[in-house]
């Protein structure tokens, strides 16, 4: 099923911006789409997301490639190097530090209710968890028998049960064992629930607000896919919520955040597009490098992190996100 995305004129707003780095400045040119709809309702518009002054900063770079952020309410960034095979943080006092060595390649990241951290780690080919002791515990690695492919990303439920993709993109095919590319739900009891295995390579995932929409980027498809979600937790009605095409610009749907309005915030072809809850592509913040993930940050949730290849950028937004863990 298609969705049909309301006609918007864009305004192309070039702003000249100071991107910083811990031990560097430069100074270069950034490009911001915004949009307006053609009835001038203000909204669900980019001017109630984002403010005319708001600046890209590029805090650190350098890296292999990047993946994963999210904000712990202690203070600080957590993100992923997966070549690198390592877990940084980025703390107050605005440097990187290493955070996890070996991590399991980890890719996505996420908390808990308890604020623990949980991954999806690529090399371990399983869902792990962070004790507040530091120990590392698998919650999953197998699915009937057989070892997952890749975990990529996950989020977790108000209920406590995690929702993960696994996708290949860290095995071969000659590693597979499943034969499929899921989405899954772990319930608080360890109960492993198969949710979807038709998407080509689910990758980013996020609840609307109200937690009665699941949505998950389907990469290499090119599209976000929308689904209800049920009283036991599972899924239903598959749809397409919105496409990220352009042919013009790298990158695919990978990292997928919501604000508490439930507008959908996803990294795509040239940086971070924005739709409104129905599906109206709001507009697009651009991102110097291929953009692979976000989230929000500082106590407010209205700083907006995003993880860019080998670098880690910010911009202060209007409207908060919805808090890791719920």
């Known amino acids: 099923m298609t969705v049909k995305i309301a006609t918007i004129s864009l305004l192309l707003i070039v702003l000249t911006l100071a991107v910083s780095n811990p031990s560097k400045k430069v100074r270069g040119n950034l490009t911001i789409l915004t949009a307006q709809t053609e009835n001038q309702d203000k909204k669900n518009t980019m001017q109630r997301i ?17 993946e994963g952020p999210i904000w712990h309410p202690e203070g600080f ?3 992923s190097d997966i070549p690198a095979n390592i877990i940084y943080k ?50 999953a690695d197998r699915y ?8 990529n990303d996950l989020v977790v439920k108000s209920d406590g049960s995690i929702y993960f993709t ?20 772990l319930a608080a009891d360890g109960k492993l629930t198969l949710l979807v295995k038709d998407l080509v390579l689910p990758n980013g995932i996020a609840f609307s607000p109200d937690e009665q929409k699941l949505y998950v980027n389907n990469s290499e ?7 209800d979600i ?20 790298g990158g695919v749907p990978d990292g997928l955040k919501v604000d508490v309005e439930g507008n959908v915030y996803s990294t795509g072809p040239g940086g971070v597009w924005i739709f409104s809850p129905d599906g109206k592509l709001l507009g697009r913040i651009s991102v110097p490098e291929t953009a692979t993930n976000l989230a929000w940050g ?27 863990g719920q």
């Open 230 to 249: 049920k009283p036991d937790g599972t899924v239903t009605n598959q749809q397409l919520f919105a496409e990220l095409k352009d042919a013009s610009q």
């Open 144 to 151: 009937e028998g057989k070892r997952l492919n890749s975990p």
């Open 166 to 185: 696994d996708p290949s993109y860290g095995v071969s095919k000659e590693q597979e064992e499943l034969g499929f590319y899921g989405v899954y739900r």
């Open 90 to 139: 980025f703390g107050s006092n605005q440097q990187v530090e290493v955070f996890r060595r070996p991590s399991g390649k980890a890719n996505g990241n996420t908390l808990d209710k308890e604020n623990r951290l949980l991954t999806a780690e690529h090399e371990n080919r399983r869902v792990s968890r962070t004790e507040k002791d530091g120990k590392v515990i698998a919650l």
């Open 221 to 227: 498809a090119g599209y976000i896919a929308v689904f």
């Open 50 to 66: 984002l403010h005319d002054s708001a600046k890209l900063e590029k805090l650190a770079g350098d890296f292999q490639f990047i």
């Open 298 to 324: 500082e106590s407010d949730r209205q700083t907006l992190y995003i993880t860019a290849s080998k670098s880690l950028y910010r911009i202060r937004l209007k409207i908060a996100g919805v808090r890791a």
């Open 77 to 79: 960034l957590l993100f």
